[in-house]
């Protein structure tokens, strides 16, 4: 029985990364408006003071998301929502917070994302115990910490973080 070979041999596969450049050209025209910073806060309270973040980010035209979320009242939603912040393409958070604030903290040990910590004044201690408690991590759980109710500047610097 004789053997008889196939004309054309089937195609060496290729390694690497092949492009398509007329797919990747009508992709770079779609304009997406998805966030890049992500706001939360751990009292629908907290939602005035933290207004002059988004103030900042929207006068700098960078799209961003409004979250209240707590790391003791809902550990497993406000974990969830750091562990994936990058996957749904933020790049910061701005984590706001007041009393004993464990949420910017809680944020950074759960994303690998830049946290901004925006101590929030309460009634008994003016917000001291709010900014102490953002600024004392432990080390490898690092937070940026603005002043005691200073949410804009915790959206200039998210703006400037971007535009980096």
Not at 46 to 63: T, W, Y
Not at 78 to 89: H, K, L, P, S, V
């Amino acid at each position: 029985m004789e053997r008889i070979e196939p004309e054309d041999p089937a195609p060496q596969r290729q390694t690497g990364v092949q492009t398509m450049p007329e797919v990747e050209a009508a992709f770079e025209e779609i304009e997406v408006d998805a966030p890049l910073v992500g706001i939360i806060m751990g009292s629908k309270n907290d939602k005035s003071k933290m207004q002059p973040a988004g103030q900042a980010l929207h006068e700098a035209g960078i799209a961003y998301e409004v979250r209240v979320l707590s790391a003791h009242r809902q550990p497993q939603e406000t974990g969830d929502y750091c562990a994936n912040a990058r996957m749904r393409g933020l790049k910061v958070i701005i984590a706001g917070a007041g009393m004993s604030a464990a949420l910017p903290g809680f944020a950074a040990s759960k994303s690998d994302l830049p946290v901004i910590g925006v101590p929030i004044s309460g009634k008994n201690l003016g917000g001291m115990d709010a900014l102490l408690s953002a600024v004392q991590m432990p080390p490898g759980v690092p937070v940026g910490c603005v002043a005691i109710d200073g949410a804009k500047n915790a959206g200039l610097l998210a703006v400037r973080i971007i535009n980096a």
